[in-house]
């Protein structure tokens, strides 16, 4: 290992730990309680496997946080950085100035990105994460009514249980109740619907079609409620991601277009998880075939290498943003950061050479579903889905039944203990355990994790026999 990984792995776990604690804030943490235990050292990474402090090594289920789609160790993203920090470091693009990577990133972008019926996507604002470009979006699209002379245009619609980031907007664009209990949130004109959750939100005998198209129609009972004149747009992701992986009825997208389209509203993809290969495509809403305004998107642009998102502006909104706009005052010192494009172009191309995207899509993508269709047969095991290099299961007391188990039992965190215990990052969302692998995953490595998974599934099982809670 590098001189640097070195150091951090001669120093006493235990010493790294209490500095940790005693001045390091993280993201979503109780901190007394980590404080207790001390956080996990991690060191250093190669392909889809992470190192610890003390040398474990373990299998990244999660590509970090959903974003490590190229896996680690890629040395090219290193070089790509290394070479445009040393020939331009930073450069803004606020007084009609501009930079080479941002101007060859937005032209490459604009040409992944399908065009559906008629729809384009020509134009790309650059910001630093997921979080950012939804703030974006907000001002986006209020700006974009404003323009076309319908300002009282300005509710937006999205999901319960959405995760679209943790800035003031992001959080209130968000469905997560934990979080708007927090600060005072949503901020004003921002409401939320039901989400298309199958497995807790089916009515009894329901089918995933019938389910799918009812789910939709909340969204057009809440426009008909505010008065589609006062709607602006409505965002959701994909497949929801943080709120456990939840993939809408084949019925739900379609039916949402036909009503966005009806009362002629803007649609936001937030495609920070879903985008760049997550589910077999550049961008998802090819998959489900519906047609964004605006597209958010972080995380794999860059394989997590560097701090990179941005919105896909259709040609819908640019171009009355471009015509009629004059200037829209809202951007970031690293918009369109030279060495953050360097390495997200690098990603892209080697994404491309390797054929990475064509690979989940129809190979291991298709490879992962069959195996995961497996763990149906697991006494757990409720319910086992994917979609594309996406995963997620539900733990359920009595399968025949479909009954859950008391919350107060923590059964997701009971195993994802046994998957910190056997080597393998999962994450548990109550109990639903989730996956989202680096798109190098190779079929020997789903073998690999699918056998770590039947483990620590057998070892929760025996755990909670033995305590006599099944
Ligand atoms: N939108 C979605 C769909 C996400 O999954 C996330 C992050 N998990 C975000 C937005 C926020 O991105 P960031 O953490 O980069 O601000």
């Not at 999901?159 to 927090?182: D, E, I, P, V």
């Not at 519906?290 to 819908?316: C, E, H």
Request: charged letters at 20%; a negative charge; glycine letters at 10%.
């Amino acid at each position: 290992p590098p001189a640097l990984v070195r150091r951090a792995e001669q120093q006493d776990t235990k010493a790294i730990q209490a500095l940790d604690s005693a001045h390091y804030l993280h993201p979503f943490t109780d901190h007394g309680d980590l404080a207790t235990r001390g956080a996990r050292v991690i060191t250093r990474a190669d392909n889809i496997y992470i190192w610890d402090s003390e040398g474990a090594k373990i299998l990244d289920a999660m590509s970090g946080l959903w974003c490590v789609n190229a896996g680690y160790g890629r040395k090219e993203l290193a070089d790509a950085g290394y070479q445009q920090t040393m020939t331009l470091p930073f450069y803004n693009s606020f007084f009609q100035t501009t930079n080479v990577p941002a101007v060859q990133l937005a032209t490459k972008l604009a040409q992944l990105a399908p065009e559906v019926r008629g729809r384009k996507f020509e134009h790309v604002f650059f910001s630093s994460s997921g979080s950012e470009s939804n703030d974006t979006n907000v001002r986006m699209v209020r700006r974009y009514w404003d323009l076309l002379g319908q300002p009282q245009r300005k509710v937006i619609i999205s999901r319960q249980n959405a995760y679209h980031g943790s800035t003031m907007a992001g959080a209130s664009l968000g469905g997560m109740s934990g979080m708007h209990a927090q600060g005072d949130l949503p901020i004003p004109d921002i409401v939320h619907i039901g989400q298309p959750h199958f497995f807790e939100n089916a009515q009894p005998g329901e089918s995933q079609a019938d389910f799918g198209l009812r789910a939709a129609r909340w969204l057009e009972e809440k426009i008909l409620s505010i008065g589609a004149d006062k709607v602006a747009a409505f965002i959701a992701e994909p497949v929801q991601g943080a709120g456990g992986v939840i993939i809408p009825p084949a019925t739900y997208w379609p039916e949402i277009q036909r009503i966005v389209d009806k009362h002629g509203i803007l649609l936001i993809s937030d495609e920070v998880i879903c985008a760049f290969g997550r589910l077999g495509h550049w961008f998802a809403y090819e998959k489900f075939g519906i047609r964004p305004d605006l597209v958010t998107f972080a995380k794999g642009v860059t394989s997590g290498y560097i701090p990179l998102g941005g919105v896909m502006v259709g040609d819908r909104v640019a171009k009355v943003l471009i015509e009629k706009g004059g200037e829209f005052n809202h951007g970031y010192t690293y918009s369109g950061h030279p060495v953050a494009c360097a390495v997200a172009l690098a990603n892209l191309e080697l994404m491309e050479r390797e054929k990475l995207v064509e690979r989940v899509r129809d190979d291991t993508g298709p490879y992962l579903a069959e195996r995961f269709e497996e763990l149906r047969g697991h006494p757990l095991v409720g319910a086992a889905e994917t979609c594309g290099f996406v995963a997620g299961l539900v733990l359920v007391k009595n399968k025949a039944k479909r009954q859950v188990f008391d919350e107060s039992l923590a059964v997701g965190m009971r195993c994802r203990a046994h998957c910190f215990r056997n080597g393998l990052i999962m994450r548990a969302v109550g109990d639903r355990m989730i996956i989202a692998p680096p798109l190098v995953m190779t079929r020997e490595q789903i073998d690999e994790m699918m056998d770590l998974i039947q483990r620590c599934l057998d070892a929760t099982l025996e755990e909670l026999r033995a305590e006599g809670l099944l």
